[in-house]
């Protein structure tokens, strides 16, 4: 059973940064990809950024130059490094982990930006 949990949200005034974390249960190199997902308030969930088990990395429009997404193997861990915060990137924070056919993910953490 795969267990992720998110850490790192908060409460953040526009322009500032927070990380995000993502601790899974067991090694992370297995993962065919890990990704971020958010939901706003009112809103359905949607796709922030992928980081394939490659290396490679892809990011939404809406935070492609804001926001970065990366891996510490050592620690089973992932980030999402996001600066430059707007309030329409108040949202739940989830994490995805996808092991092909199997979909997982976290709780989630709430990161508010106030204007």
């Known amino acids: 059973q795969v267990q992720l949990v998110e850490s790192g949200g908060g409460l953040v005034q526009a322009g500032g940064s927070l990380r995000l974390s993502c601790a899974a249960s067991g090694s992370i190199s297995r993962f065919d990809s890990m990704s971020w997902h958010r939901q706003g308030p009112g809103k359905q969930r949607e796709w922030v950024a992928s980081l394939l088990r490659s290396g490679s990395t892809d990011y939404a429009d809406s935070v492609k130059g804001r926001f970065t997404i990366s891996k510490d193997n050592a620690k089973n861990t992932v980030y999402l490094q996001m600066d430059k915060l707007k309030p329409q990137d108040t949202a739940v924070y989830f994490c995805?982990?996808?092991?092909?056919?199997?979909?997982?993910w976290g709780q989630g953490t709430q990161v508010t930006v106030s204007s």
């Open positions: 995805r982990a996808m092991l092909s056919p199997y979909s997982y």
